[in-house]
């Protein structure tokens, strides 16, 4: 099975020794997406639902990147920092995923990094 990793500067370049993404075979494993600006590398200004799509535009690039999309997501999983924010996340996560959703688990982590109140990673087919 060939591996091939992926980069695109339409997302946040990654801030640690990983991949955006790694395709494999007719499968794409997206590394998690902050809401970073990926033209400035700043947190975006707004609130959970703000960060959110932020995270959600991030994925879309590099799952377009490795030839695949929001659309071809089988599994995301979700990390919010606090889990009250949960309704919030689920508003705006909703209009990414308006028409059979992919499956999904949502937890609770201490802390993200650079201060992100939520951080989304998948799963796609290529």
């Known amino acids: 099975m060939k591996r091939e990793t992926v980069q695109?500067?339409?997302?946040?370049?990654?801030?640690?020794?990983?991949?955006?993404?790694?395709?494999?075979?007719?499968?794409?494993?997206?590394?998690?997406?902050?809401?970073?600006?990926?033209?400035?590398?700043?947190?975006?200004?707004?609130?959970i639902r703000d960060q959110t799509r932020q995270c959600l535009k991030n994925l879309q690039a590099v799952l377009e990147a490795a030839g695949s999309g929001l659309g071809k997501?089988?599994?995301?999983?979700?990390?919010?920092?606090?889990?009250?924010?949960?309704?919030?996340?689920?508003?705006?996560y909703g209009k990414f995923f308006p028409d059979a959703p992919p499956a999904?688990?949502?937890?609770?982590?201490?802390?993200l990094p650079k201060g992100a109140q939520v951080e989304v990673e998948a799963v796609a087919l290529c």
């Open 73 to 92: 997501v089988v599994k995301t999983t979700v990390f919010i920092v606090r889990m009250e924010d949960f309704p919030l996340v689920n508003e705006a």
């Open 104 to 111: 999904r688990a949502c937890v609770e982590v201490s802390a």
């Open 8 to 47: 695109t500067d339409q997302a946040p370049a990654a801030i640690g020794p990983y991949s955006q993404a790694v395709k494999a075979g007719d499968m794409v494993f997206a590394s998690g997406q902050i809401p970073l600006n990926p033209s400035t590398g700043e947190m975006v200004d707004g609130d």
